[in-house]
């Protein structure tokens, strides 16, 4: 069974800090990793994909990637009470398919 | 660019009727599709998911369907729904974004409840 953990938090932080999200996943083979940002009510929209060890950074979001420990985490740089929403973790371990983590709420306090 | 709609938006239905919901996608040719439930507070289940025409995999055995009747439409069905089927119906299509892998988009989702 092919597995992607998160916590579930929430996770509260001042407006202007860094928001740090963690993932792990159970398969040696996983090849892409994503994160995704949901806001309540709404569907989630993809905001980092991530291929290879190391750092990937896209305006205030960096994804790192750490296969060897199977961790990939999303650092919110300035965090922003619009950043407020549930991060998703996700995982293609073969082909086509994802595996999705349960979500971290985030909380960005004014 | 590549635009992925779902409909209805919103549904209430009574235990025992039966559903159909559609997802179109346009701007792409020969997506893959993807059919997902996300219960309250949970998180997402795929429940089938298609690399053609016809070409229907599932992934969670249980009474639901799913057809593909063209390149570009998906549909999620039940002859009769159960209380536990209540959820956020999400649709996605997929992209080759890098060697062999995939990136997963998102229609606006179903909302459907159950009474």
């Known amino acids: 069974q092919k597995e992607v953990e998160q916590n579930s938090g929430p996770l509260s932080v001042p407006e202007g800090a860094i928001a740090s999200l963690n993932c792990t996943y159970s398969d040696r083979v996983s090849q892409s990793f994503f994160w995704y940002r949901q806001y309540s009510g709404k569907s989630p929209e993809l905001i980092m994909s991530?291929?290879?060890?190391g750092d990937k950074e896209d305006g205030r979001f960096t994804a790192q990637l750490n296969k060897a420990s199977q961790y990939v985490s999303l650092l919110i740089r300035d965090s922003q009470p619009s950043d407020s929403a549930t991060y998703l973790c996700a995982v293609n371990f073969y082909g086509q398919n994802f595996v999705f983590g349960p979500g971290t709420r985030l909380s960005v306090l004014p | 660019s590549q635009t992925i709609h779902q409909w209805p938006a919103t549904l209430v239905q009574p235990v025992g009727s039966p559903l159909s919901l559609e997802c179109t996608v346009e701007?792409?040719?020969?997506?893959?599709l993807y059919w997902y439930r996300q219960a309250a507070g949970r998180g997402l289940q795929l429940l089938f998911y298609s690399v053609g025409i016809g070409q229907i995999s599932s992934e969670v055995p249980q009474n639901l369907s799913a057809s593909r009747p063209q390149d570009r439409q998906f549909i999620l069905s039940s002859k009769k729904l159960l209380l536990s089927d209540s959820g956020f119906y999400l649709c996605a299509w997929g992209e080759l974004s890098s060697g062999t892998s995939y990136e997963q988009y998102f229609g606006p989702g179903t909302r459907l409840t159950v009474t």
């Open positions: 991530i291929y290879s060890n």
């Open positions: 701007g792409t040719s020969n997506p893959n």
